[in-house]
């Protein structure tokens, strides 16, 4: 095991001093409050409008537009008084008056009762608590990374004939440090989508659980959370165990046979997986990876031209990006009009909070309709609608 480097960051470091810089991070902060508040808004929007689908619909009774309400993620948790425990969906959950009708429901309300693992801000608070652990996860991440974009260059040496074309410069390559990565730790641990409407879209969080829960540092007082904090037995543990998860075949399996398949990745790591509610598989993606587009020098740049559909400005540069891909081989996505992969961390909230401005009712119906094992995409009103 390599010897933690405890050693504070300072602007002068290897990594070039970003991850300090005063700019760069009021950009992630201000793009995690402003992700913040949009998901929130968002997801009680959305419950807001399907409230009043519901009772636009005509139905003949409270019980049917309960049933209706449940179909949406999340919505089981609620329990009217007057319901037999055996027809609720799940126990223990939020208690509503048998008085108060589905239009008369308190949104907000519900939404911070609910209790579930994922905030409906989407927003994973952060338990990468200092900068020595986040300095430890950039050294983790760096040392790993680089073995990588090694690995596949020594694999390209021993095969030069059938050397892989994701891997075509055949030469070693230093890979940068994540230093944008270690600015949104020290605010999120990740951000997912609570998911109402049932798109199974993955979450993006790329330190997993590594780092101190809330729960261990109750009841300690403030010297206490200090020695806690500095452990370096507790933190070697983290290091062990982050270290085992970016080398973990499940956890980078399905990247290189799955991701976009016009990028040159050089190294990276899955970040987050969305499973899809009736068959309990995955079905999107995110990834943390070092890439550009991949080009052959002899062809012709307009096989990569794909007319208005947006991409990442810098596509065509090295750097590291976040990617979102669905678990298929063709790929890479276009989701609300673009490609699903983004130059900066602040780039990819942006759009990953956007989803109510590109739902529409159709799609919405589209959406649910494949939650409840329907493949079509019919404009009927049978019973599984």
Not at 20 to 26: I, L, P, Y
Not at 96 to 108: A, E, M, R
Not at 232 to 246: A, C, N, S, T
Request: proline residues 4%.
């Amino acid at each position: 095991m390599t010897e933690l480097n405890t050693t504070k960051l300072s602007s002068t470091t290897a990594m070039g001093g970003s991850y300090t810089d005063t700019n760069a991070e009021d950009t992630m902060r201000l793009a995690i409050t402003r992700f913040r508040s949009r998901m929130a808004a968002a997801n009680q929007k959305f419950l807001q409008d399907r409230i009043k689908e519901i009772e636009a619909r005509g139905l003949a009774s409270e019980e049917e537009k309960r049933r209706r309400l449940r179909h949406y993620q999340w919505m089981d948790y609620l329990e009217w008084d007057d319901e037999d425990p055996d027809r609720r969906g799940s126990h223990n959950g939020i208690q509503i008056s048998q008085q108060t009708l589905v239009n008369g429901l308190d949104v907000p309300a519900i939404l911070s009762a609910l209790p579930t693992s994922v905030p409906t801000d989407g927003v994973l608070p952060p338990l990468l608590r200092t900068e020595q652990w986040r300095q430890m996860y950039l050294d983790t991440v760096q040392r790993v990374c680089q073995r990588q974009a090694d690995a596949n260059v020594a694999e390209d040496d021993d095969n030069p004939d059938v050397a892989c074309r994701s891997h075509k410069d055949h030469r070693p390559m230093n890979i940068p440090w994540c230093d944008e990565l270690a600015l949104f730790l020290k605010y999120a641990q990740g951000v997912e989508d609570p998911d109402f409407r049932l798109s199974e879209i993955a979450p993006f969080t790329p330190a997993w659980s590594i780092g101190i829960e809330n729960e261990e540092l109750d009841g300690l007082d403030e010297e206490e959370r200090r020695d806690k904090l500095a452990n370096p037995d507790l933190l070697k543990r983290e290091q062990e165990k982050l270290q085992r998860e970016l080398e973990e075949e499940s956890t980078n399996g399905f990247l290189w046979p799955y991701i976009d398949d016009d990028l040159e990745v050089l190294a990276g790591f899955i970040t987050g997986v969305g499973y899809s509610r009736l068959y309990a598989c995955p079905s999107w993606y995110s990834a943390y990876v070092y890439c550009r587009l991949w080009t052959d020098d002899h062809e012709d740049d307009d096989k990569h031209n794909d007319g208005d559909i947006q991409d990442a400005a810098n596509i065509r540069d090295w750097g590291w990006r976040v990617v979102v891909f669905q678990a298929e081989v063709v790929n890479p996505s276009v989701v609300y009009g673009r490609k699903a992969r983004f130059d900066s961390i602040p780039e990819f909230l942006d759009w990953y909070a956007s989803w109510l401005d590109h739902l529409d009712e159709r799609e919405l119906r589209s959406l649910w309709r494949h939650s409840l094992g329907c493949e079509m995409d019919c404009e009927s009103d049978c019973e599984i609608h």
